[in-house]
């Protein structure tokens, strides 16, 4: 069990670019989930995956969002035309029963 | 979905038992009780999970009140590693899906 892991861990994009961002799971999860955390607040709801299905996705996940997770294993996380208000910890977890397991984040500062 | 409240902050002297409360009074019969921890630049951890019964495990107690309307976090030894934002989460599971919602949570700062 080597946990969840994201890359890249920071990313600094200029206002208007694309990024994408990546998450591993833990080996045979067959749950994902993506939040995302602003300062002084607790991670908020993004997307839910049950293998390569997208089963839910929040009103946070505008149209410049998009989440992927081709093979039901790593799944990426888009984000077209960056905006400041985009700015912040990008968090990934996997589950295969009820206990969520968290990466380390990716937090992205956009200028 | 169900929220909860929990005091925004609370200090614990090392050693001592840290007991951490949440209210929860709109709870749902078949929704569980979750706790998360995050120290800070770090993923969240999990804790621990309760729906009615009394839970422990090697890091913590989970106590639930009989009306499922509240519940306290118990770490009984605690110890400077241990302070950390704790979240008190109520799981939503409906629909094929299932989510964590994270209030603010609430900061505990054990001191030497």
């Known amino acids: 069990d080597t946990g969840v892991s994201q890359n890249p861990r920071h990313k600094i994009t200029k206002r208007g670019q694309n990024v994408t961002f990546r998450c591993d799971p833990i080996s045979e999860h067959n749950r994902l989930y993506w939040y995302r955390q602003t300062l002084g607040q607790g991670p908020e709801f993004l997307t839910y995956?049950?293998?390569?299905?997208?089963?839910?996705k929040s009103r946070l996940l505008s149209d410049r969002f998009s989440a992927e997770r081709p093979k039901g294993s790593f799944s990426t996380l888009e984000i077209q035309r960056t905006e400041q208000g985009d700015s912040a910890m990008y968090l990934c977890?996997?589950?295969?029963?009820?206990?969520?397991?968290f990466g380390p984040g990716t937090r992205l500062t956009v200028t | 979905d169900a929220k909860t409240t929990q005091p925004p902050s609370m200090d614990c002297a090392e050693g001592r038992a840290a007991n951490l409360p949440c209210n929860h009074s709109?709870?749902?019969?078949?929704?569980?009780v979750y706790w998360y921890r995050q120290i800070h630049s770090q993923g969240p951890q999990y804790i621990i999970h309760g729906l009615k019964n009394n839970e422990t495990n090697e890091m913590a107690s989970l106590i639930i009140t009989e009306d499922r309307k509240s519940s306290t976090l118990i770490l009984p030894h605690a110890t400077l590693r241990d302070t950390a934002v704790y979240y008190c989460i109520v799981r939503v599971a409906r629909g094929g899906s299932e989510k964590l919602v994270f209030g603010k949570g609430m900061k505990l700062t054990v001191n030497p």
């Open positions: 977890a996997s589950s295969l029963d009820s206990k969520q397991y």
């Open positions: 995956f049950q293998n390569e299905a997208q089963l839910e």
């Open positions: 709109t709870i749902s019969g078949n929704e569980y």
